[in-house]
Nanobody, 126 residues
């Protein structure tokens, strides 16, 4: 599956952004999806993940209560709604897909994912 992330930009602290990740292919509904981010000089970290049925979601502690991950299998798209943004949320955000045809699970480890999007930059000013 090929992934195309979009929606990043410059926003003031307290503002909101919605990231989108469009996937190619007809088997999107059998992929577990995740959002990761990487700030300069830091390792890539898990932000949020969602199983293929949307019944399973998971968030990093830093994202809980502020970010919401969702997916629309009819549109082959996963979203990350980010509210109450903070300067420490500044990073390149990447979407990722893991082939998971038999288990509706969320995978928080980057090494488990099969495909990655190109990243979209989010910059939060103070």
């Amino acid at each position: 599956v090929q992934l195309q992330a979009s929606g990043g930009g410059l926003v003031q602290a307290g503002g909101s952004l919605r990231l989108s990740c469009a996937a190619s292919g007809r088997t999107f509904r059998r992929y577990s999806m995740g959002w990761f981010r990487q700030a300069p000089g830091k390792e890539r970290e898990f932000v949020a993940g969602i199983g293929w049925s949307s019944d399973s979601t998971d968030y990093a502690e830093s994202a809980k209560g502020r970010f919401t991950i969702s997916r629309d299998n009819a549109k082959n798209t996963v979203y990350l709604q980010m509210n109450s943004l903070k300067p420490e949320d500044t990073a390149a955000y990447y979407c990722a897909a893991k082939w998971s045809p038999t288990h509706d699970v969320v995978v928080p480890t980057s090494g488990s994912y099969d495909s990655w999007g190109q990243g979209t930059q989010v910059t939060v000013s103070s």
